[in-house]
């Protein structure tokens, strides 16, 4: 007779809890039998009288055990009862040590130190009146909600009608890149087709993509020498050797790629020559000639990417170098995230037929389908001309807010610091003289609810840059004033400690 004693603590229930009885006891068999308590072979009780020692209804236990056999915990003997699994292995069933690390060695991955302020902006967004100076995200309060839930429901409701939802369907994805290339030789002159297009999920996963496809261990990678840390980091993960451009007022400084490329070879140029990441400015047409010039002559890739080239504040926007008819040699990303916000996960590469084949292939086995919904959606707000509206409308706004972050920052700091106002982006690169220590004022800044990125996390090589990359367009006029007030407090609390300190 098995006791009571032995099974009522074993398979405890809890009437309280939602889940019904039998799962409960099944559960508590299964964790018995994985901590060792239950041994392989060994009797459990039988229906009749477990139900009795657990004071539930018969029906409850016989479902349980059927449950527990059927995933093979149990086995079940004619004429002799109930068993724990003699397949299970004895030696596995130890209670296991919470305390002990993973059982294989794993590969380190460096941290990346561009994500820790994600990160710190996280956990301070449930406190009231913490600010976030990002890297020039839009600002989602802006959107136009109506006109995106109408067009998500159209969209949901074509595509379960037309079957285009199911796994495997191509339809919705032919559908944005066909809208995508309309646009795109519309507003930035590239002679393409839905077919140089290939869809992904984000820009670091453009990135990740196109780098897997060119790059094997040891290629040289050219970088600017302030740049995209995701991009020079999925670069080095994938064994590529990073040398750096220098940057000037003007952008990549193309006078040195000629030496660079006679001392080593160079297998990739990785550029945001729109915007530059992070200092914003803008390459001039003679220097985006002679790259061009160079990447035929040398027969380097180029990665272009046009992050936020819908914004633009000076003129019309420049063409992207993948627009030069004669170039062979450009790879082209570009993203909508920029222009609907980070919910709207959908990044492009442009680039020869032959180069997107491959690139749908290694994205089919490595992403697989992208969200059917959403594709159709952001197909029709293109087609209709729904963002371009939206971006129309926003563009006005972001210069007000650009504005406003330039005259605070100026009464703040005065001559203390400088900037060379972009013709457009969605964030200005902030120079401070020796007085202010950036690392530091970074710091204090998050003591006083204010999260920004120190500028030494866009060199590759960590050095050090006494800048900060200062997005405006998620916040309001209002949150500029105060995000800018803290910053300049910050510098204020630091100069005062640095006096006590001296006397």
Request: glycine fraction near 6%.
């Amino acid at each position: 007779m098995v006791q009571l004693r032995k099974w009522q603590p074993l398979l405890k229930l809890d009437g309280a809890q939602a889940q019904a009885s039998y799962r409960q006891i099944v559960e508590g068999l299964v964790a018995a039998i994985t901590e060792g308590r239950l041994r392989p072979g060994a009797p459990l009780p039988g229906t009749r009288e477990m139900a009795q020692l657990l004071n539930v209804n018969r029906k409850t236990v016989i479902l349980a055990y059927e449950e527990a056999e059927t995933k093979g915990w149990l086995q079940s003997v004619q004429r002799r009862g109930t068993f724990v699994s003699q397949q299970l292995a004895a030696g596995t069933l130890t209670k296991p040590d919470a305390a002990q690390p993973f059982a294989l060695e794993l590969r380190e991955e460096p941290a990346v130190a561009y994500f820790t302020a994600n990160e710190q902006a996280a956990a301070q967004q449930g406190q009231p009146g913490a600010l976030f100076f990002d890297n020039g995200a839009c600002d989602h309060r802006l959107l136009p909600q109506a006109v995106l839930h109408r067009y998500y429901r159209n969209a949901l409701r074509s595509s379960f009608a037309s079957n285009s939802v199911r796994h495997g369907s191509e339809c919705s994805s032919r559908y944005l890149r066909a809208a995508l290339a309309d646009m795109l030789r519309h507003n930035r002159s590239l002679s393409v087709g839905a077919e140089h297009i290939c869809l992904t999920q984000g820009v670091q996963m453009s990135l990740y993509l196109v780098a897997s496809v060119l790059l094997k261990p040891g290629d040289v990678v050219l970088v600017e020498r302030l740049s995209y840390p995701p991009a020079w980091e999925i670069f080095r993960q994938l064994g590529a050797r990073l040398v750096t451009v220098d940057l000037d007022d003007e952008g990549c400084r193309v006078d040195q790629l000629d030496a660079l490329c006679r001392l080593h070879e160079v297998r990739m140029l990785y550029i945001t020559p729109h915007h530059q990441f992070p200092t914003t400015v803008s390459l001039p047409a003679g220097r985006r000639q002679r790259l061009l010039e160079l990447a035929r002559q040398h027969d380097f890739c180029v990665i272009e990417e046009d992050y936020d080239h819908e914004y633009h504040f000076a003129g019309r926007p420049y063409l992207p170098l993948a627009s030069d008819r004669q170039q062979r040699h450009v790879i082209y990303i570009g993203s909508l995230s920029k222009a609907l916000g980070s919910t709207f996960r959908c990044s492009y590469i442009v680039a020869p037929v032959e180069v997107t084949a491959l690139l749908a292939r290694r994205a089919a086995l490595t992403l697989g389908q992208g969200d059917a919904v959403m594709q159709r959606m952001l197909a029709d707000l293109i087609n209709d001309g729904e963002l371009k509206k939206h971006l129309r409308r926003v563009n006005r706004e972001y210069r007000r807010r650009r504005e406003s972050l330039l005259a605070c920052l100026r009464d703040a700091f005065g001559e203390q610091m400088t900037v060379q106002v972009p013709e457009g982006g969605l964030a200005l690169w902030v120079r401070f003289d020796q007085s202010i220590d950036v690392d530091q004022l970074v710091g204090k800044a998050l003591e006083l609810g204010l999260v920004v990125r120190s500028g030494r996390q866009f060199s590759p090589f960590g050095q050090v840059e006494n800048a900060l990359r200062l997005g405006f367009a998620s916040l309001d006029l209002d949150e500029i004033r105060l995000a800018t007030q803290r910053l300049a407090e910050a510098a204020q609390a630091i100069a005062t400690a640095g006096m006590v300190q001296s006397l």
